[in-house]
C-alpha cells in the first residue's frame, strides 16, 4: 500500500463528517481506525477527526502508546491534534493540506506547524505533508 491509498481512505472519512476532516491509522500497512471531525454533533471543540481516531484506537488497543503507528489526515494538525500525537508516540504523520492551505481556504486555524510542535516537544516524529493536497483542499469548495 502507498501514501495516496491511505490518504484516499481518510477523504472518504472525511466526507463523514461535520467539518471536511478525516484521518486514519495505520500499522503494518493495514489500517486500525478511521475517524471524522464531530465538533458539531458533540459538542465538543476537541472531536477533531485526529483526536477521535486517537482515542478510538487507544480505547481500543487498552494503551495510551502508538509508538509504530502512522496517522493520515485530510488536514495537517492543529496544534492540540500535533501535540496528541506527541503524547502517543506515532511514529508518522502524513497530511494533505497545510495549515497554511486551510487558511487561505478560509478555514479557521492556528497559525502553528506541526512541525513547530514536534520541534519543540520531546518527540522525533516523521512528517511527511501534501499527499493528495489538491483532492484535500476540494473537500473545502
Avoid at 491511505?6 to 500499522?27: N, R
Avoid at 495510551?64 to 508516540?89: D, K, N, Q, R
Amino acid at each position: 500500500m502507498n501514501p495516496e491509498y491511505f490518504m484516499s481512505l481518510a477523504l472518504e472519512e472525511a466526507k463523514k463528517g461535520d467539518a471536511p476532516y478525516g484521518a486514519v491509522i495505520v500499522k503494518d500497512n493495514q489500517v486500525v481506525a478511521t475517524a471524522h471531525n464531530t465538533v458539531g454533533r458533540d459538542s465538543d471543540p476537541s472531536a477533531h477527526a485526529e483526536i477521535n481516531v486517537i482515542r478510538r484506537l487507544t480505547a481500543q488497543i487498552k494503551s495510551f502508546s502508538l509508538e509504530g503507528y502512522t496517522i493520515y489526515t485530510t488536514g495537517e494538525p492543529c496544534p492540540m491534534c500535533a501535540a496528541a500525537c506527541v503524547w502517543t508516540g506515532i511514529a508518522e504523520i502524513v497530511y494533505g493540506a497545510s495549515i497554511e492551505d486551510l487558511i487561505q481556504a478560509n478555514q479557521g486555524q492556528i497559525q502553528i506547524s506541526c512541525e513547530e510542535i514536534i520541534a519543540k516537544s520531546f518527540r522525533n516524529i516523521k512528517v511527511t505533508k501534501g499527499v493528495l493536497r489538491r483532492e484535500c483542499l476540494d473537500l473545502f469548495q
